[in-house]
C-alpha cells in the first residue's frame, strides 16, 4: 500500500526511521557545545545577574547580591542618559542605513553592468575598506577630523566636524567607509546568481540598462537588501568601537552617548545588575526592531 492510499484511508503515516544518529549527534556536538557556551550561558548570566540587587549592612557594611525581581528594570526605565542614547542611535540609523544601503546598491548595479571594465579591481578596491578593523578605522578618520592633525587644516578648522552638533553624522561616515562594501557585495552576489535570460530577454524587448537595473534587478534582489538592512540595524544598536575612540578626540562624545557606551560605563562604577538590565532591554529592542523591519518587508512583498 502506497503512502497516499494510506493517507486517503485516514491512517497515520509511518515515520521514516532516521539513520545514524550517533554520527549526527557526533557532529552536532561541538556546535552545541560552544553556541551554548558562548551564546546561550551568556544571555542566561545576564538575565539572572540583571534580577539580583545590592544590599548592605549600614553605611560600610559588606555588600551582599540579593534577588531584586524587576528592580533593575525599572531603573533603566527611569535612566533618561540611556533612553537619551536610544534615540541617538535611532536617528543615528535613521539617516546612516538608508544612505549606506544606496550606496552599495549603486555599486553592486554598476559591477554588474556590462559597460563597466576591471570589476575585479573594483570589486577588490570597494571591498578592502571592511578589511581594515573598525577601531583602526575610527582612529585614521579622528585624525582626518581633528584640526590640529589633519592634513586638511584648512577645512577642519573651518569646519568642526568633532562639535556636539556634527560628531553623530562624523562617525556615520566612518561606519559608513567602512561597511558600504560589506554590503555591495551581499547584494552583487544576489545579482550574480540572477539568471542572464531575464536580461536578455528585456534587450530584445528594447530595455536600456537603467530600465533592467530599475525595474528588474532592484525587485529580484530586494531579500538580499532586506537583509543587509536587518544586519544594519542590529550593527547599530551595538555602535561602540567609533564612539569610543572618538571619546579621545573630541569632548562632544560622552560616556552614555550611545547605548552600548551606557553599559559599558555603568558597568566600570560598578554596577553590573543595572549594565545587565540595560544590556537585556537593548537585546529586546534590537530583536523587535529587526524583525518588525522584516515582517514590515515581507508584508510590502506579499502586496
Known amino acids: 500500500m502506497t503512502t497516499e492510499s494510506v493517507v486517503a484511508a485516514g491512517a497515520k503515516p509511518r515515520r521514516t526511521p532516521i539513520k545514524h544518529k550517533s554520527a549526527i549527534a557526533f557532529f552536532i556536538a561541538p556546535f552545541a557545545a560552544l553556541f551554548a557556551a558562548f551564546y546561550l550561558l551568556p544571555i542566561g548570566w545576564a538575565i539572572y545577574q540583571s534580577l539580583l540587587v545590592v544590599e548592605r549592612d549600614g553605611t560600610f557594611g559588606k555588600p551582599v547580591e540579593v534577588f531584586g525581581g524587576l528592580t533593575q528594570y525599572f531603573l533603566v526605565f527611569q535612566n533618561e542618559e540611556f533612553w537619551a542614547s536610544v534615540g541617538r542611535v535611532l536617528l543615528f540609523g535613521a539617516v546612516q542605513v538608508p544612505v549606506m544601503l544606496g550606496i552599495a ?8 553592468s556590462p559597460l563597466v571594465k576591471g570589476k575585479k579591481f573594483f570589486r577588490l578596491a570597494f571591498f578592502v575598506p571592511y578589511a581594515v578593523p573598525g577601531v583602526i578605522a575610527a582612529i585614521m578618520w579622528g585624525y582626518l577630523y581633528s584640526p590640529n592633525l589633519s592634513p586638511f587644516a584648512a577645512f577642519t578648522s573651518e569646519v568642526d566636524l568633532l562639535s556636539p552638533s556634527t560628531v553623530l553624522w562624523s562617525i556615520a561616515n566612518v561606519v559608513t567607509w567602512v561597511y558600504v562594501g560589506y554590503n555591495m557585495l551581499i547584494i552583487y ?13 528585456a534587450r530584445l524587448d528594447g530595455a536600456n540598462q537603467w530600465q533592467i537595473a530599475w525595474s528588474i534587478k532592484i525587485p529580484l534582489v530586494a531579500p538580499a537588501i532586506t537583509l543587509t538592512a536587518i544586519f544594519s540595524i542590529i550593527g547599530t544598536l551595538q555602535l561602540l568601537a567609533e564612539p569610543q575612540v572618538f571619546r579621545s578626540f573630541t569632548s562632544s562624545v560622552s560616556s552614555t552617548f550611545t547605548p552600548n557606551l551606557a553599559v559599558y560605563a555603568t558597568s566600570a562604577v560598578p ?4 549594565a545587565a538590565a540595560m544590556s537585556v532591554v537593548l537585546a529586546l529592542a534590537t530583536f523587535a526592531l529587526s524583525f518588525g523591519f522584516l515582517k514590515f518587508t515581507q508584508r ?3 502586496k
Not at 546598491?105 to 554588474?112: K, P, R, Y
Not at 554596577?271 to 543595572?274: A, H, I, R
Request: glycine share 0%; no cysteine; hydrophobic share 65%.
Open 189 to 201: 552576489s544576489a545579482l550574480l546568481a540572477l539568471p542572464s535570460e531575464i536580461f536578455e530577454a
Open 271 to 274: 554596577n553590573v545588575s543595572l
Open 300 to 302: 510590502k512583498a506579499d
Open 105 to 112: 546598491l549603486v555599486l553592486a548595479l554598476l559591477l554588474d
